[in-house]
């Protein structure tokens, strides 16, 4: 039952933020449609359901003329019959690097969380090496996490602070 207390974000129903230019949809969204669930099946559907309604405000004559999306961007329809592919082969040490980052962050940043934990976490992040891009922006996205993390001492459901 955790789960139903995680939060995630507020938005509209055109998955708008109060943030200018932010829009969220899916698993960290908060739609108010199935209150705070952001587990399984509900987040796919409200991800389905809010990401096609972003896409068409965007695209929407308002959407078009609307001062916080980035000019000149495009977004690009898919379907889900026939998805766009990306492969990319990552080097033995990028897989290696990137499960040692998600080992750290679920250690120290999991379910059950300290301070001492979020400071472990960044000293052991900063001895992985960066020289792939794809290392350097995980590791600046789990020291946001850590930052945010510290800023959360209460639990909100989805964690424990000790």
């Known amino acids: 039952m955790a ?11 055109n ?4 943030l200018p230019g932010l829009y969220a949809v899916g698993e960290v969204a908060c739609t108010g449609v199935h ?17 096609e309604r972003l896409a068409n405000s965007i695209e929407s004559k308002e959407g078009a003329n609307d001062p916080e999306l980035v000019e000149g961007s ?3 329809k898919t379907s889900f019959e026939n998805p766009p592919t990306l492969i990319i082969e990552p080097l033995p040490e990028v897989k ?13 940043a999991g379910i059950i969380r300290s301070a001492d934990g979020y400071a472990q976490a960044r000293v052991e992040i900063d001895s992985i ?3 792939d891009i794809r290392i350097h922006h995980r ?14 001492r209460q639990s909100v459901g989805g964690h424990y602070v000790i």
């Open 74 to 76: 495009r977004l690009q």
């Open 129 to 131: 090496p960066s020289r």
């Open 35 to 51: 209150g705070a669930n952001r587990l399984a099946s509900n987040a796919l559907l409200e991800g389905m359901v809010f990401a």
């Open 3 to 13: 789960h139903f207390a995680s939060g995630g974000i507020p938005v509209d129903l």
């Open 139 to 152: 590791k600046l996205v789990a020291k946001a996490i850590l930052d945010a993390c510290a800023k959360r």
């Open 15 to 18: 998955a708008k933020t109060q």
């Open 96 to 108: 290696a690097y990137a499960k040692r980052l998600g080992k750290i962050m679920w250690e120290h």
